[in-house]
């Protein structure tokens, strides 16, 4: 079974893998890492266009920092799922800007929160983690990654074929619409393969959903380790009153320098 759009006009999308949510003590140090991140860098939209930093914007180091402030107030589920996107794209891609990695990670977040219904947080979490998986292995948390068979963006869509869904090239690395046809393209065929996930991921590859060739199977064997990996890692964090990273300080009006 597949999470179900909340609207009919959304695209697609997958369902259940491991194991319940590890709970934890709150973690101090990842979110000030997260928040430094953002503080460090500077400048782009949140997922609605292809992320390009620009470094000394204060406006939108403060406009950050007071969006990831209300989703935390207004969404506690939703801001856990982004510190820990955010902080396992930085972990798995320590080249690319910073500002890029919380961009995508935001991205990632809008898309899995926003556009489906779930039967439980585990449901969730497990689509969550098997997207995560795809896009490790596909781009490498990369929105602009282009292979040379023309797969773009974050899922590697192959434009060739998939191009109708898109008003351009340049319009497949845009976030949210990469991430639209992406997962609606995982639903076609986990739908096709009656839910059977590995055969669905070599139709994703665009190999033969019986293939034993040895290189796309290893492709299937990392998504599902690309997954768990993330899964495993996640940890739910117990808020403390007034957390701030070194340099900051938490006033009536939030995380101030």
Known sequence: MLP???????????????????????????????????????????GKTTPTAVAGDTQMRQHIIAEAEQMKKTDPEKYQDF??????????????????????????TDHVHDNFRYRSAEHRLNFLSLLMGIIKIESGYNPRALSNKN???????????????FNSQQDAHTLHKNLAVGT????????????????????????????????????????????????????????????????FAMGKGGLRQ
């Open 4 to 46: 179900k759009p909340k609207t009919t006009t959304r695209p697609f999308i997958p369902d259940q893998m491991y194991s319940p949510h590890t709970r934890g003590c709150f973690d101090v140090f990842l979110r000030c890492l997260l928040i430094l991140i953002i503080l460090s860098v500077a400048s782009a939209a949140w």
């Open 83 to 108: 510190i820990n996107v955010a902080t396992f794209i930085r972990k798995e891609n320590r080249k690319q800007h910073g500002l890029v990695s919380v961009i995508v990670a935001k991205a990632i």
């Open 151 to 165: 797969a773009r963006g974050l899922m590697q869509v192959h434009y060739p074929t998939w191009g109708r869904y």
């Open 184 to 247: 609606g393209i995982l639903r076609l065929y986990l739908n096709k393969s009656n839910n059977n996930l590995r055969r669905a991921l070599l139709m994703y590859l665009g190999a033969s959903p019986s293939s034993t060739k040895g290189e796309y199977n290893q492709y299937v064997d990392n998504v599902v380790y690309s997954a768990i990996k993330f899964k495993k890692n996640y940890t739910v964090r117990q808020p403390q009153p007034n957390p701030a990273p070194p340099g």
